[in-house]
């Protein structure tokens, strides 16, 4: 299983980015899909998160501004991020739950993308 984020960039206070993330493999099933990020000399933190139901979960520093969605049929998830701040500067990754046949068995493993840069200047 692969996970392919993309979308990241430089972008001034107050713009928007998107964010997409491609899942690809032998995939039975993605529960969880999420956006982490990672600021320079920081822990990664979660910042969003959608079960394959649709439910959704946001970070409070990102409420109200950040918009994650997906699609199953696709296996892709994108965060939509909007009024950016410069402390929204961080490596942003996704992650996903994923569930594989693997030998006649199905196999849960958690997954990681590369990491894309977001970048906003003030």
């Known amino acids: 299983v692969q996970l392919q984020a993309s979308g990241g960039g430089l972008v001034q206070a107050g713009g928007s980015l998107r964010l997409s993330c491609a899942a690809s493999?032998?995939?039975?099933?993605?529960?969880?899909m999420g956006w982490y990020r990672q600021a320079p000399g920081k822990q990664r933190e979660l910042v969003a998160a959608i079960t394959s139901g649709g439910t959704t979960n946001y970070a409070d520093f990102v409420k109200g501004r950040f918009t994650i969605s997906r699609d199953n049929a696709k296996n892709t998830a994108s965060l939509q991020m909007n009024s950016l701040k410069p402390e929204d500067t961080a490596v942003y990754y996704c992650n996903a739950d994923v569930v594989v046949l693997r030998y006649s068995s199905y196999v849960r493993g958690d997954y990681w993308g590369q990491g894309t840069q977001v970048t906003v200047s003030s």
């Open positions: 493999g032998s995939i039975f099933s993605i529960d969880f």
